[in-house]
């Protein structure tokens, strides 16, 4: 999102309202964690010294505009970001309300998702961290003249997102594993409202009877079961597979990847967000080309 110019320092209580509702707007997104209204105006005035007045204006119009809304959760209310109106959450990739009818770039992948409990509405960090390191993990096997993924098997998909995800980005055989029927519900929903994923098989299919080989692997999940998994992982990657993984903090991250790298799988691509993690796992290929424009702008190739 951007609303317009940003100044730094002590003009700070002088700052146009577009200014402000850009600092507001960032906060929410970039916080760790859900922010009540009361928290947002102190924060805001307090670290940028902008008038408790101008923040509650900021705020009120950032909801009006539906860039921002009120989410209740055992009686108490946040702020969180708006899906009533597109959202950018990616180079390529935008979250739209169902049955949206809105112009789109050409350039853009839109993905319908229902509002719903299951993980992965688009809002978390970890959701935005995961869309993102599908991108570069296709652009990674472009420039590195890699066969194009095909299959994808997902683990814990919630609300199905990156499988979806992953069937606009071209993959053609794709399993959204999750144990929670909620869960498994609501990704066919979503399946349903994205015609580009209409192949996408949604299962509780335990681990153990899956015997073959994926392109591509993908776990949005916390530190323990990550750690688990990687044997299993590992052992179930084509020659050329990688891992799209996110769900561990900042302060995880060295031990998921020396976890990983026990399995022979190192970090291609990595990113943080509001003290979030995302990567992408799997064994360096030489380049095949230094300048690719397929390449996302924020790509970090660890080569």
């Known amino acids: 999102m951007s609303l317009g110019g940003r100044r730094n320092g002590a003009d700070d209580a002088h700052l146009p309202l577009d200014a402000i509702k850009q600092r507001v707007?960032?906060?929410?997104?970039?916080?760790?964690?859900?922010?009540?209204?009361?928290?947002?105006?102190?924060?805001?005035s307090a670290i940028d010294g902008v008038p408790k007045p101008l923040v509650r204006t900021a705020i009120r119009s950032l909801i009006e505009a539906g860039?921002?809304?009120?989410?209740y959760t055992f009686g108490q209310s946040y702020i969180e970001l708006s899906f009533r109106n597109p959202v950018h959450v990616s180079n390529l990739f935008t979250i739209v309300p169902p049955g949206y009818s809105g112009k789109m770039s050409p350039h853009r992948l839109?993905?319908?998702?229902?509002?719903?409990?299951?993980?992965?509405?688009?809002?978390?960090?970890?959701?935005?961290?995961s869309l993102q390191?599908?991108?570069?993990?296709?652009?990674?096997?472009?420039?590195?003249?890699?066969?194009?993924?095909?299959?994808?098997?997902?683990?814990?998909?919630?609300?199905?997102?990156?499988?979806?995800?992953?069937?606009?980005?071209?993959?053609?055989?794709?399993?959204?594993?999750?144990?929670?029927a909620c869960a498994r519900s609501e990704a066919r929903l979503n399946i349903g409202l994205n015609q580009e994923a209409q192949g996408v098989q949604v299962s509780d299919r335990p681990l153990s009877s899956f015997n073959g080989r994926f392109d591509l692997v993908i776990a949005n999940l916390r530190l323990p079961t990550l750690v688990t998994l990687s044997g299993w992982v590992a052992s179930h990657?084509?020659?050329?597979?990688?891992?799209?993984?996110?769900?561990?903090?900042?302060?995880?991250?060295?031990?998921?990847?020396?976890?990983?790298?026990?399995?022979?799988?190192?970090?291609?691509?990595?990113?943080?967000?509001?003290?979030?993690?995302?990567?992408?796992?799997g064994v360096p290929a030489s380049p095949a080309t230094k300048d690719d424009p397929s390449l996302p702008a924020d790509h970090s190739f660890c080569l």
């Open 133 to 180: 390191a599908l991108e570069s993990a296709w652009a990674y096997r472009t420039s590195h003249g890699m066969p194009a993924v095909q299959s994808v098997l997902d683990i814990g998909t919630g609300s199905g997102i990156l499988a979806i995800a992953a069937s606009c980005l071209g993959a053609s055989t794709i399993t959204a594993l999750d144990i929670d």
């Open 237 to 281: 990657l084509a020659p050329s597979g990688c891992l799209v993984v996110s769900g561990f903090r900042d302060e995880e991250q060295d031990r998921l990847f020396a976890c990983y790298a026990d399995q022979g799988l190192q970090p291609l691509w990595q990113k943080a967000l509001a003290g979030w993690g995302a990567a992408i796992l």
């Open 67 to 71: 860039i921002l809304e009120y989410r």
């Open 25 to 44: 707007h960032d906060k929410v997104a970039g916080s760790r964690r859900r922010l009540t209204f009361k928290d947002l105006e102190r924060q805001i």
């Open 110 to 129: 839109p993905i319908a998702i229902a509002p719903g409990v299951s993980f992965g509405s688009g809002r978390h960090p970890t959701s935005r961290l």
